[in-house]
């Protein structure tokens, strides 16, 4: 029994030894567990959410608010772990959002409508910018206005916004778009090799949107006789909102921010993006691509939601893509903006 006693009080000796030793009690063994429960949700929490964004590398003004939110902390503060995809335009952004490449992606009312048409799925979360599109003539042309243009040849980029508002300016100007010029399909790069090279032989106006418009108009090779504003839009899979609640809301808040720094900054937002585009264009060009965005103005408070005014611009948009055939019904855009974007 002797034996026993002293054999008892070694095995708890021993084992308070070990515990000792290590300085792991069940106590402590716990705590360390929970510890490193919540430094494993601290880590998580500081990766944050990862995020793919569609953004079009050549595009003023997007080009400025994009690099910002690329080369600042915006999106990491608010909780996201943010991987930027570049396209060259609307169309190869679109196969991407439906190939599954991007999360968000920056874009203009006729490719949003588009890509929100065949996947509904996506849906507008928010406005992005305005940008213009112009009808213009060689500088030394004369024609003076678009009633001018009258029996004319017009290179426009078919199905492109430019297209819709050149031949809404013609109809303005009380002439029957498909009777009164000779519209002709060609594509940006070339009406802007046309305007640069000067030989307008067969044509007699072009028709293109920033920062192309800007570059042609800044350097004086041509000359507007009219002039449209398009509503470009955020666009995010919703998707990627149900799966991250609050994330759409979040990330307009971050376009809002990259407004407010572009703003604080207009010179050094347009060189880190002429410098990360390698771009060829003039700073000239890019401050007159912005001019129509209000969110630089220093008199106005940074908005990025849609107002009545960019819905029914929106709407109307849709209505020119049935018309032109891109679209095979009419389709309620209503349905493609969320909660975010009002």
């Avoid at 590398?57 to 915006?74: P, Y």
């Avoid at 996201?80 to 396209?87: A, I, L, S, T």
């Avoid at 305007?195 to 000359?223: C, H, I």
């Amino acid at each position: 029994m002797r034996a026993f006693y002293f054999l008892f009080l070694f095995t708890i000796g021993c084992g308070d030894a070990a515990e000792t030793a290590s300085g792991d009690t069940p106590a402590t063994q716990q705590q360390s567990s929970a510890d490193t429960v919540k430094k494993q949700a601290v880590k998580s929490v500081a990766k944050g959410i990862p995020i793919r964004v569609g953004w079009q590398e050549t595009w003023a003004t997007q080009g400025q608010l994009s690099v910002i939110l690329q080369q600042s902390d915006i999106l990491k503060r608010l909780g996201f772990d943010p991987k930027f995809v570049g396209f060259s335009y609307g169309a190869p952004l679109n196969e991407g959002a439906l190939a599954g490449e991007v999360d968000v992606l920056f874009t203009a009312d006729q490719p949003a409508i588009a890509l929100c048409n065949r996947d509904k799925t996506w849906g507008m979360i928010g406005r992005l910018m305005y940008n213009r599109v112009g009808t213009f003539v060689p500088s030394d042309s004369s024609v003076k206005s678009v009633a001018d243009l009258k029996g004319k040849t017009i290179a426009i980029p078919f199905g492109a916004a430019a297209h819709r508002e050149t031949l809404g300016a013609v109809t303005a100007a009380g002439m029957d778009p498909t009777k009164d010029i000779n519209a002709v399909n060609m594509g940006i790069k070339e009406v802007a090799v046309l305007a640069k090279s000067k030989k307008w032989d067969t044509v007699d106006a072009g028709s293109a949107w920033d920062p192309v418009f800007a570059q042609l108009e800044s350097s004086g090779l041509v000359r507007t006789v009219a002039q449209g504003l398009v509503t470009s839009v955020v666009v995010m899979d919703d998707d990627f909102v149900k799966a991250n609640p609050g994330a759409d809301k979040k990330f307009m808040q971050a376009m809002g921010q990259a407004y407010e720094q572009y703003k604080g900054d207009t010179a050094k937002a347009n060189q880190a993006f002429k410098t990360a585009s390698n771009l060829d264009f003039p700073l000239a060009a890019l401050d007159l691509a912005a001019s129509v965005e209000p969110n630089l103005s220093a008199d106005n408070a940074v908005s990025v939601t849609l107002s009545d005014k960019d819905k029914a611009n929106i709407q109307k948009a849709a209505a020119f893509m049935l018309e032109a055939k891109i679209l095979k019904k009419a389709v309620d855009t209503s349905t493609m903006i969320r909660a975010s974007a009002n």
